[in-house]
């Protein structure tokens, strides 16, 4: 379920450390209270990441209730941002970068240079 992201419309990740030993109704608040937004959008994906890279949730309305993922990889770990910040909303490529344990946002991003120095 969480390699195919097709029936997802949306897709939020909680950067930094939450507490998996939370459930559903956790979780949920969570994401309302922290962050801000509706638990409730269906189709939307919420991941969340404990002090194991190697262990995340997801959590998604499906429009009659809320579905719980739970994904332990046995090899490897998930590059996740800890870096406390909003709930990071991702694109399908981040998505598949992230569950192939590469990272999704650059440490040093490379930025346009706004002016561009003269050359002698």
């Not at 332990?72 to 970068?97: C, D, H, K, M, N």
Request: glycine share 8%; charged share 25%.
């Amino acid at each position: 379920m969480l390699n195919d992201i097709t029936s997802f419309k949306k897709i939020y990740i909680a950067t930094g450390y939450t507490n998996l030993r939370q459930g559903i109704d956790g979780l949920a608040s969570f994401v309302k209270l922290r962050f801000n937004l509706d638990p409730f959008d269906k189709d939307t994906l919420f991941l969340f990441c404990g002090k194991k890279a190697t262990k995340i949730k997801g959590l998604v309305w499906e429009g009659d209730g809320f579905l719980l993922l739970y994904k332990r990889l046995e090899v490897g770990a998930f590059a996740w941002p800890r870096t406390e910040s909003e709930a990071l909303a991702i694109s399908a490529e981040q998505y598949q970068r992230l569950m192939s344990g590469f990272t999704i946002v650059a440490k040093h991003p490379i930025s346009e240079l706004k002016e561009p120095k003269e050359i002698v």
